[in-house]
Each structure stands twice: as C-alpha cells, then as structure tokens.
C-alpha cells in the first residue's frame, strides 16, 4: 500500500509467543484456536504468505485484513482482499487495517501487523434539523 501511516508490527510479541510454545509453557491448544470465521475469512479474502507454519509446518500462511473505522459503517469487522484495501484508500478518509495471519490446517492465528490507511481527509458529516 502507498500511503500506509501509523504501521504497528508485532513481530516481537509473535516471536515471545512461539518461544512460550516452543519450551512448552503454552499449549499449542492456546494458541491454535482460529475460529470458522476467520478461517472462511483466510479461504475467500486471505492472501498467501512465503513462511510456513510456525507451529505445525504444514503449509503456508495466510494473511488476513480486517478493517475497522466510523466511516466504513456496515463495512467495518470485516475481512477485505488487498485489491479492495486500495479502492477504499481511495474513498475513505481514515481507517484502520488489521492483518492476522492464520494457518488453515492447525487453526494458528497471530495479529502480525497494524496500520491506517485513507485519503487523509475528514469528510463533515451533514447536520439535519428538524424539518428535514
């Protein structure tokens, strides 16, 4: 995306995670509890990652992006192809992408990233009065 702002990376929690997971003071059931809609979300929305599994190596991940943000109303909480997160840079003024990563076999999900993307621009919202 070109006009990515405010980019989060949680690769540092991910890999204290995965640590945790690999000396096996967390479960691999704690961590590997992607829920159907999230990978339905992975299969029809997802977009293929080059890295495997971190936790089962089966196959590669997938990355999911969510979008969140007032102007998107009924769109908002819903998962969105990278295709489309560039049409809506271009319509909306300000929202917020969430990209998860999920593995389809084992159901392993992790946030991996967070930025806003948008136009800028603060579109006013128009006031009604009572007689309209």
Do not use: I
């Amino acid at each position: 995306m070109r006009n990515q702002r405010q980019v989060v990376d949680y690769a540092l929690q991910r890999r204290a995670l995965l640590a945790e997971v690999y000396s096996g003071r967390v479960s691999t059931m704690d961590v590997c509890d992607a829920t159907p809609y999230l990978l339905r979300a992975a299969k029809f929305h997802g977009q293929p990652s080059k890295s495997s599994c971190p936790v089962c190596r089966k196959e590669a991940l997938t990355l999911v992006s969510w979008v969140y943000g007032d102007e998107l109303k009924h769109v908002a909480g819903s998962a969105r192809a990278p295709e489309e997160l560039e049409r809506m840079a271009n319509l909306f003024g300000e929202f917020t992408v969430y990209v998860v990563e999920v593995c389809r076999s084992c159901g392993w999900n992790h946030l991996v990233q967070s930025y806003v993307l948008g136009t800028g621009t603060t579109h006013p919202r128009s006031r009604r009065t009572a007689g309209q």
